[in-house]
């Protein structure tokens, strides 16, 4: 059963890396915006997340297309999508190929 979760959270990681930060040409998995992912038991799937900035123009489309994708994955039954501020993001969350890519390293 674990290992049935386990592939259904790779399988969440491989599609949130696939969606891009409309401003910053970078994966928002990789940008540091996805603080967790949590398969629970009825395959109702919880993403936890944020913004670059609270006022980003783009949150609405960004926010439709994580809850989108995710849902379209074989097994999840449900998306909650929870946008947070706290803690802030900050550059120091991306990840080091995020980091490379925008010549930050």
Sequence with gaps: MENTYLQLEGEIVRVLKSIYDPEIPVNIYDLGL??????????????????????????????AEVHQKVKEIEGVKDIRLDLVFDPPWDKGMMSEEAMLELGLL
């Design 34 to 63: 996805i603080y967790e992912v949590e398969v629970e038991e009825d395959n109702t799937v919880r993403v936890k997340m944020t913004l670059t900035a609270p006022n980003c123009p783009m949150a609405d489309d960004l926010l």
